[in-house]
Every structure is written in C-alpha cells, then in structure tokens.
C-alpha cells in the first residue's frame, strides 16, 4: 500500500506560478512512472504530465512549455512547478504513481487559477 499526499494548491492570479507537492508514504523508486492528472468541473480526469523511471517525460499540449514534473528518489517527492498559470488549468490536480504493486492515487490539490 502507497499514500500519496498532494500539497501546494490555491488561487493564483493568471500569469501566477505555483509548485505542486507530492508526498509518497515509501520509496517511488521502482516506479513505473509517477504523474500529474487533473480534473476540473464537468470534465474527465485528463493527463497532465507524467515521468517514467527512465526519466522520460510526456506533457499534455495544454501545458507544455508552462508546467515541468520533477521528482526527488531520496525523498519520495514528486513535485509539479506551473508556471504562466490560466484560468483554464483550474482544477483538482491528482499525484499519481504506478508501482510494481499496483497504482496509486493521492486526494488531490484545488488549483485556481482566476483574478
């Protein structure tokens, strides 16, 4: 069993930053990938950004350029810097990691993004 726990969400003016924090409660190490997902209202959880074991990388389209994924082994972190912030990343943003022993979701972080 994994937990994860988001933290660094709020409201941001547009144009704003904010660092996205995910804590993992053992090693993300032998993860498969760990990633960032979001889901605002009415809409389906979509794929944000996601960093393989390999450190490869995979952003959405929407985001790219704006938002980078980084994680920290040492410390089971994994974080999400979003930069250039839009009215339309408003949303609850979800850690994700795929472990050999299944995968996980944290509760989620709210994001707004609005003047």
């Known amino acids: 069993q994994v937990q994860l726990v988001e933290s660094g969400g709020g409201l941001v003016q547009p144009g704003g930053s904010l660092r996205l924090s995910c804590a993992a409660s053992?090693?993300?190490?032998?993860?498969?990938?760990m990633g960032w997902y979001r889901q605002a209202p009415g809409k389906q959880r979509e794929l944000v950004a996601t960093?393989?074991?390999?450190?490869?990388?995979n952003y959405a389209d929407s985001v790219k350029g704006r938002f980078t994924i980084s994680r920290d082994n040492a410390k089971n972190m994994v974080y999400l810097h979003m930069n250039s912030l839009k009215p339309e990343d408003t949303a609850v943003y979800y850690c994700?990691?795929?472990?050999?022993?299944?995968?996980?979701w944290g509760q989620g972080t709210q994001v707004t993004v609005s003047s």
């Open positions: 053992r090693s993300i190490f032998s993860a498969y990938a």
């Open positions: 960093l393989t074991s390999r450190d490869s990388t």
């Open positions: 994700n990691a795929r472990l050999p022993v299944g995968t996980y």
